[in-house]
């Protein structure tokens, strides 16, 4: 693994592809269920554009390393619009690497939230180091405003000839 890291960048329609490909992989561990690359293109161009969210990615648009995706969203009761974090996800090539990817896109996270001054909605959904994860992100938030509980289901459990 290279010693520096690339900087978290905004990512660009150039990059439509990589984060597509990153996706797959997030949904091989953490899916709850098919997979529809369409569906998934049409979620992420909003942020993609910037029209309703931005994403920031760390490394060269054919091989990415993480990605953060953050849309705008607002709950059914209100107006009032925040960040809604739809995924943060480290390739696992470089989960063991000297210069932690997750925390910088973790941090991406924050700042974008704190230039927009907007709250930062940003969660686990996932059966797999669940633990660990709540951890490092108890280090970056604090203590968790809830939980998740599936029944009928576990993460990254899909048939993944099932999907389109």
């Known amino acids: 693994f290279p ?3 690339l900087p978290v960048r905004v ?13 797959k992989i997030v949904h091989e561990e953490n899916g709850l269920f098919d997979f ?5 293109a049409e979620a992420v161009w909003p942020t993609l554009t910037q029209a309703n969210g931005i994403i920031g990615v760390i490394g060269e648009r054919d091989k990415l390393e993480g990605v953060v995706m953050l849309s705008v969203a607002s709950y059914w009761y209100s107006d009032h619009q925040f960040l809604e974090e739809k995924c943060v996800f480290v390739h696992p090539d470089y989960r063991r690497a000297k210069h932690s990817r997750v925390q910088k896109l973790i941090q991406f996270a924050k700042q974008v939230a704190t230039e927009m001054e907007m709250p930062l909605m940003i969660g686990i959904l996932s059966n797999q180091r669940t633990n660990a994860k709540v951890q490092l992100y108890e280090q970056h938030f604090g203590k968790p405003a ?19």
Do not use: H
């Not at 809830?146 to 389109?164: E, I």
């Open 3 to 5: 010693v520096t890291i």
């Open 11 to 23: 990512a660009t329609r150039d990059d439509l592809f990589g984060i597509l490909a990153l996706a």
């Open 36 to 40: 529809n690359e369409r569906k998934v």
């Open 146 to 164: 809830g939980a998740f509980f599936l029944w009928g289901a576990k993460t990254g459990q899909c048939d993944p000839d099932l999907g389109d």
